[in-house]
């Protein structure tokens, strides 16, 4: 008889990586990372403003945001956290969102999965912190998979620019 758990079982694509070293505390880097009012002032990619930051930070709660783009239209988020391991770990479920907290597709990209799977790691390095962000797209089909693998290249530039907002606001606080 199978267990419930291979019932359930999930598929993954290639793993995306993306690691920096932030000049400020993990303590820090952590706290900024999980209050919604510090990831409104430097969450999601350069020239974008965030409208809507909506976080609860639990297993099973969500952080749910909206932005706006430079040419006025709005892109919506959302995680789903599945583990929260204060802090050293957070694991989310991540997705493009509508308003109203719903999954939908990417607004550019028909073929991205609609579920992806992060894995956030906060490591203490001697008063820096080391962050390291995996993401596999969750239970995609084929066409999703390599779609997401397909945009590496990409995802490393728009996290680069979301990781140099997030360096410049802890500079900010720690000045």
């Known amino acids: 008889m199978a267990s419930a758990q291979s019932a359930i079982a999930e598929t993954y694509s290639k793993e995306f990586v993306i690691e920096r070293l932030f000049d400020a505390p993990r303590d820090l880097v952590w706290k900024v990372f999980t209050q919604s009012d510090h990831l409104m002032k430097w969450w999601g990619p350069k020239g974008f403003k965030m ?17 706006q783009a430079p040419d006025g239209s709005e ?31 990417h607004p550019m990209a028909p073929t991205w999965p609609i579920e992806m799977l992060g894995t956030a790691t ?15 797209a969750l239970n995609g089909s084929d066409e999703e998979r390599a779609t997401f693998e397909g945009n590496f290249a990409s995802m490393t530039q728009g996290w680069g620019g979301t990781w140099d907002q997030l360096a410049a606001y802890l500079a900010s606080l720690q000045a």
């Open 122 to 136: 906060f490591i203490d390095k001697g008063g820096k912190t080391l962050l390291v962000n995996r993401t596999v």
């Open 51 to 67: 409208l809507v930051g909506d976080l609860d930070l639990r297993p099973g709660g969500t952080f749910h945001y909206g932005m």
């Open 75 to 105: 892109m919506w988020g959302r995680w789903v956290f599945r583990e929260i391991v204060k802090p050293e770990r957070l694991v989310f479920v991540s997705s493009f969102s509508d308003k109203d907290g719903g999954l939908s597709r």
